[in-house]
């Protein structure tokens, strides 16, 4: 069985999870808290296998108690079970220690499952977090040197390769070859792709 403690303000919505969870046959409730501190205390008092921590509650917010429990207790998993779906909330609650982060709005089926996920070991998170956190590493892995970033700022400009040489005291083919460089860092084929797509992603 998969002792689970459940924490959320909202009592109706506590309710429904309970019932959720208590109608599956590997899943046992061994608790319920209506805010971050009382989820801290219970936590530890009950040592659950998992706490399914909603993130926006009284007194501790669900990723400070989740910090907390962790701390104190790292066998602990932690499933944050929100409507947030902010880039900021999951990565602060992954920062804080969470195994999962599942959205309330999901189908049943998708939260049991994440729940047996992380009992298991593993990371459990909704697919749309998850492509947000793809989107996110694929961005942050994407830098372009001072001199490319310069060249690339320059065609964006209008400038041709003959003028931002010229201007940036260069030969044509180091122009070129920097451009080159930058279009393969950004995957793409074409100048204006390049200054479109370098904006899209801060670079510019």
Same mark, same amino acid.
């Given at each position: 069985?998969?002792?689970?403690?459940?924490?959320?303000?909202?009592?109706?919505? $506590?309710?429904?999870?309970?019932?959720?969870? +208590?109608?599956?046959?590997?899943?046992?409730?061994?608790?319920?808290?209506?805010?971050?501190?009382?989820?801290?205390?219970?936590?530890?008092?009950?040592?659950?296998?998992?706490?399914?921590?909603?993130? $926006?509650?009284?007194?501790?917010?669900?990723?400070?108690? @989740?910090?907390?429990?962790?701390? #104190?207790?790292?066998?602990?998993?932690?499933?944050?079970?929100?409507?947030?779906?902010?880039? +900021? %909330?999951?990565? @602060?609650?992954?920062?804080?220690?969470?195994?999962?982060?599942?959205?309330? +709005?999901?189908?049943?089926?998708?939260?049991? =499952?994440?729940?047996? %996920?992380?009992?298991?070991?593993?990371? +459990?998170?909704?697919? %749309?977090?998850? =492509?947000?956190?793809?989107?996110?590493?694929?961005?942050?892995?994407?830098?372009? %040197?001072?001199?490319?970033?310069?060249?690339?700022?320059?065609? #964006?400009?209008?400038?041709?390769?003959?003028?931002?040489?010229?201007?940036?005291?260069?030969?044509? #083919?180091?122009?070129?070859?920097?451009?080159?460089?930058?279009?393969?860092?950004?995957?793409?084929?074409?100048?204006?792709?390049?200054?479109?797509? #370098?904006?899209?992603?801060?670079?510019?």
């Amino acid at each position: 069985m998969i002792r689970v403690l459940v924490a959320d303000d909202h009592p109706v919505v $506590r309710g429904g999870i309970v019932a959720l969870l +208590a109608a599956a046959d590997d899943i046992e409730v061994v608790g319920e808290a209506s805010n971050g501190r009382e989820a801290v205390d219970l936590a530890l008092a009950l040592t659950p296998e998992l706490v399914l921590m909603d993130l $926006r509650m009284p007194e501790l917010d669900g990723d400070e108690a @989740t910090a907390l429990i962790l701390q #104190a207790s790292p066998a602990i998993r932690v499933v944050v079970l929100t409507t947030y779906e902010t880039d +900021a %909330s999951i990565l @602060t609650a992954i920062e804080a220690g969470a195994s999962g982060y599942l959205l309330k +709005a999901a189908p049943q089926e998708e939260i049991l =499952a994440g729940i047996r %996920s992380v009992a298991r070991g593993e990371v +459990a998170l909704a697919p %749309s977090i998850a =492509a947000m956190l793809v989107g996110r590493v694929k961005t942050r892995a994407i830098t372009l %040197s001072p001199r490319e970033t310069e060249v690339l700022g320059l065609v #964006a400009q209008g400038l041709s390769n003959p003028a931002i040489a010229k201007k940036l005291f260069l030969g044509e #083919a180091t122009v070129k070859t920097h451009l080159l460089h930058a279009f393969e860092k950004l995957e793409v084929n074409d100048r204006t792709r390049a200054v479109t797509k #370098a904006m899209e992603l801060g670079l510019l």
